[in-house]
C-alpha cells in the first residue's frame, strides 16, 4: 500500500493539484480583465505600497487591531499556523541528509506539539460555541482540521515516539502519515485551504482599496 502511494498515487495527485491549481490561475486571469473593465479606478490607483503594507501586518502577530481586540484567537490561530510550518518544513525527517537545512531537535519538538494539538483545541471549541463563528462553519472546515491533525501527529509519532505502543503497526501509521498528505495537497484547490496562496491577492487588493481610495488602513 506504501509503495502505491509513494508511487502511482503521487503522479495521480500532483497531476491533480498543478492542473486545477491552472485552470485557477486561468479563471483569476480571466476575472482579473473582467475586474480592470468593471473597476478601472482601483487598479488605474494600484499601490504595491498598500498591497505590502496590509499583507505584512496580517503576517505578523497582532498587527491588526482586530487581533489585538482578540489576543486568544489570534495566540491560537499563529500557534497552529506557525508549529504547523516549522514541522513540514524544519522536522528532521522531511530534511534531505545531504543538506545543511536546520532542524528543529527532539525537545522543541515535543513543544510544538504540545501548542500545536491546544491551538486545534482552541479553534474546535470555538467553531463550536462563538456564534458568530458557529454560523459561517462548515463540515468541510472540521474535516480538513482533522485531517491536518492527522497528518501531524502521524509525523510526530513516526518521527519522535515510534516507541509508544498505540496497537497500530508502524507500516499502518505510515501509510495514514503519507495518504493524508498527498489528500491535503489535492484539497488545496477546492477548499479554503486555497487561503495559502489566495491571501495574498485578497489582502493586497483590500489595501489598496482601503489605502488609496479612502484613506484608511485595513488593520
Known amino acids: 500500500m506504501y509503495d502505491i502511494l509513494r508511487g502511482p498515487l503521487i503522479l495521480i495527485y500532483w497531476i491533480t493539484f498543478f492542473g ?50 482578540h489576543p486568544f484567537v489570534t495566540i491560537a490561530y499563529f500557534s497552529f499556523h506557525l ?77 519522535y515516539h515510534p516507541g509508544i505502543e498505540l496497537g497500530i503497526n508502524y507500516e499502518s501509521i505510515l501509510i495514514l502519515h503519507a495518504l493524508s498528505g498527498e489528500l491535503l495537497i489535492v484539497l488545496i484547490p477546492f477548499t479554503k485551504l486555497g487561503h495559502m496562496i489566495l491571501f495574498f491577492f485578497t489582502r493586497a487588493i483590500i489595501g489598496v482599496e482601503f489605502g488609496v481610495r479612502r484613506g484608511v488602513r485595513t488593520w
Open 20 to 69: 486545477v491549481s491552472l485552470v485557477l490561475i486561468i479563471r483569476f486571469s480571466y476575472l482579473y480583465g473582467l475586474g480592470r473593465g468593471k473597476d478601472p479606478v482601483l487598479y488605474d490607483n494600484w499601490s504595491w505600497k498598500w498591497a505590502l503594507r496590509s499583507i505584512f501586518r496580517w503576517l505578523i502577530p497582532f498587527g491588526s487591531q482586530s487581533m489585538k481586540d
Open 83 to 159: 508549529t504547523f510550518f516549522v514541522m513540514l518544513v524544519f522536522l528532521s525527517s522531511h530534511i534531505l541528509s545531504k543538506t545543511s537545512w536546520w532542524g528543529v531537535s527532539d525537545p522543541i519538538a515535543d513543544i510544538l506539539a504540545l501548542f500545536f494539538i491546544a491551538s486545534v483545541v482552541f479553534i474546535v471549541i470555538r467553531r463550536l460555541i462563538a456564534p458568530e463563528v458557529r454560523i459561517i462553519t462548515t463540515l468541510s472546515d472540521y474535516f480538513l482540521l482533522a485531517i491536518v491533525t492527522i497528518l501531524f501527529l502521524t509525523g510526530y509519532y513516526m518521527a
